[in-house]
């Protein structure tokens, strides 16, 4: 199938793009304009690649131990905790953030307490 597209008319060329799957590479001519991958096999690995390194990285934090990011703070981290800085810093973030769109500082404080 489509083996009468190989190595027909050189013009075409210029809107042949490499595969995106870094094992592949190989050249091809997409049927969508969007398409990065010369077949659903190359677009199944790359999928199915990038699945399981999420898989992993979800695994890897949930197993490491982490310290919020927060200068002088070094709250070790829920394993739950999405974020890199701890619930105290994130509160104290959000504090932060609505003192910046002007809420008064000593309100905000007292409302948090
Ligand atoms: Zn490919
Ligand atoms: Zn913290």
Known sequence: MRKHFVGVTVKKVSSSRDCANPDCKKSFMPRVYNAIYCNAECRKIIT??????????????????????????????????????????????????????????????????
């Open 48 to 113: 199915n690649q990038k699945v399981l390194q999420r898989y992993y990285d979800k695994k890897a934090r949930l197993n490491s131990r982490r310290t919020c990011l927060t200068k002088a703070c070094g709250t070790r981290l829920s394993r739950y905790n999405e974020e890199d800085i701890c619930e105290q810093c994130k509160r104290e973030r959000f504090i932060m953030r609505l003192i910046g769109w002007g809420w008064s500082e000593s309100k905000v404080r007292r409302d948090f307490e």
